[in-house]
């Protein structure tokens, strides 16, 4: 038997947190990833969802953890190697269609600053069809949060959860103006 890495627990304590939503009728979830990388031994977790209320799935949030090697090491090292090292990157996406409006971008990212706060990174990418007649695009808004996740935070994570929905919910209405 082996102790579960600090990977493995927040993977459990999230996954625990997401589907308790939608077994409550929150939020549906609508794909769920438990990717193991041999070649460079790294894990990667992730699972998406939109917003139950809607039941549409052209707005969506996807929330992503991940550990590499160097993480497994510092925390299984017996010499007690970094422990800064011993936590997992985690980010958030919001993937969404919406008018091809730069100004509905700006919104978006003001939306997300204020949700989340200004000592966030995020990152947008819009992609558009140039031959098609409509005028939408496919918009994402990731967050990074440029620091290690360690497993005694765990209830930040969870508290993320709420982030996410309320995420979710504001972007939406800004959507259709």
Known sequence: MFD???FENMKVVMEGGF?????NGEIRIIDRNDIINSAKMARRYEIAFTDIVD????????FTMEAGLENLAAELSPEGRSEKLAGC??????????K?????IKENRE?????WG?????KQIVKYDPESMDNTVQAEAVI??????????IDDLTEMINYMMISLQALNKIRYR
């Open 19 to 23: 589907y308790d939503r939608d077994l």
């Open 4 to 6: 579960p890495t600090a």
């Open 89 to 98: 990157h985690v980010s958030v996406k919001f993937a969404m269609d919406l």
């Open 100 to 104: 091809n409006d730069s100004q509905l």
């Open 111 to 115: 939306i997300l600053q204020e949700i």
């Open 55 to 62: 039941e549409r799935e052209d707005i969506f949030c996807t």
């Open 118 to 122: 200004s000592d966030r990174t995020i």
């Open 144 to 153: 990074l949060f440029n620091r290690l996740v360690y497993e005694e935070q």
